[in-house]
T-cell receptor, first 113, second 115 residues
Framework: GNSVTQMEGPVTLSEEAFLTINCTYTATGYPSLFWYVQYPGEGLQLLLKATKADDKGSNKGFEATYRKETTSFHLEKGSVQVSDSAVYFCALNSNFGNEKLTFGTGTRLTIIP | KAGVTQTPRYLIKTRGQQVTLSCSPISGHRSVSWYQQTPGQGLQFLFEYFSETQRNKGNFPGRFSGRQFSNSRSEMNVSTLELGDSALYLC??????????????FGPGTRLTVL
C-alpha cells in the first residue's frame, strides 16, 4: 500500500535559518504529493503541491520538488520566520479516483527569534 | 466564501456512549472526507463521500460510520465509544474529486475526549 515517511521532529531553528524537512514515499502509479501545515488549535492548510514528476510546488517561500527517481518530496525554505512555527505534514494521493490522502507522521517546527 | 465548518468544536463523552459529528463543506463542494488525528497514529483516513455515496473507506471498525446528505453536509457517528477514540476528527471537502488539480480544504476539527 501507499506510505509516507517523514523526517522525525521536533526541529528547532533560529530565525533566518535554512529549513529542510525530508519526505519520501511509496506508492504505485503516479501519485500527487502535498505539504500541509497545521498551526496550533487549527485544521490543516495546504501549503503546496505537485502532481507529476519534476514539478516544483511553491508557496510563501516554501518549495518542494517531486523527484520520482528518489521517490522524494523534501520541503525547503531559505529563511524561516517565527511565524513558520507549526507542524508540517507530507501527504500523497494515489489518484485512483478517490480523495484519500496518506499522511506522514508530521514534523513539529519551532523557530526561535 | 465560508470555509469548511465542523460542529461541535469540542466534545466530552464517556465510554460506551455514542457521538455524532457534523461537517458542512464549502458551498459547491460535493466530496467530503473524514480523518482521525491522534498523537500515536497520526492522521488516518476514515471515509469519503461523494453525492451521498461512500466512495472509499479506511481501516476502522464498524463502530465508525458516516453519511452524506443531499446538500453535501456530512455526519460521522461513533458508537460504543472507547478511550482510544479520543482524537481530533477532521473533515475535508473538495470541488473536483478525482482531478489532478483538485484541492482538499480542511475544517478546524472536532476535539473528542472520551472519559
Amino acid at each position: 500500500g501507499n506510505s509516507v515517511t517523514q523526517m522525525e521532529g521536533p526541529v528547532t531553528l533560529s530565525e533566518e535559518a535554512f529549513l529542510t524537512i525530508n519526505c519520501t514515499y511509496t506508492a504505485t502509479g503516479y501519485p500527487s504529493l502535498f505539504w500541509y501545515v497545521q498551526y496550533p488549535g487549527e485544521g490543516l492548510q495546504l501549503l503546496l503541491k505537485a502532481t507529476k514528476a519534476d514539478d516544483k510546488g511553491s508557496n510563501k517561500g516554501f518549495e518542494a520538488t517531486y523527484r520520482k527517481e528518489t521517490t522524494s518530496f523534501h520541503l525547503e525554505k531559505g529563511s524561516v520566520q517565527v511565524s513558520d512555527s507549526a507542524v508540517y505534514f507530507c501527504a500523497l494521493n494515489s489518484n485512483f479516483g478517490n480523495e484519500k490522502l496518506t499522511f506522514g507522521t508530521g514534523t513539529r517546527l519551532t523557530i526561535i527569534p | 466564501k465560508a470555509g469548511v465548518t465542523q460542529t461541535p468544536r469540542y466534545l466530552i463523552k464517556t465510554r460506551g456512549q455514542q457521538v455524532t459529528l457534523s461537517c458542512s463543506p464549502i458551498s459547491g463542494h460535493r466530496s467530503v472526507s473524514w480523518y482521525q488525528q491522534t498523537p500515536g497514529q497520526g492522521l488516518q483516513f476514515l471515509f469519503e463521500y461523494f453525492s451521498e455515496t461512500q466512495r472509499n473507506k479506511g481501516n476502522f471498525p464498524g463502530r465508525f460510520s458516516g453519511r452524506q446528505f443531499s446538500n453535501s453536509r456530512s455526519e460521522m457517528n461513533v458508537s460504543t465509544l472507547e478511550l482510544g477514540d479520543s482524537a481530533l476528527y477532521l473533515c475535508a471537502s473538495s470541488a473536483k474529486p478525482g482531478q489532478l488539480n483538485n484541492e482538499q480544504f480542511f475544517g478546524p476539527g472536532t476535539r473528542l475526549t472520551v472519559l
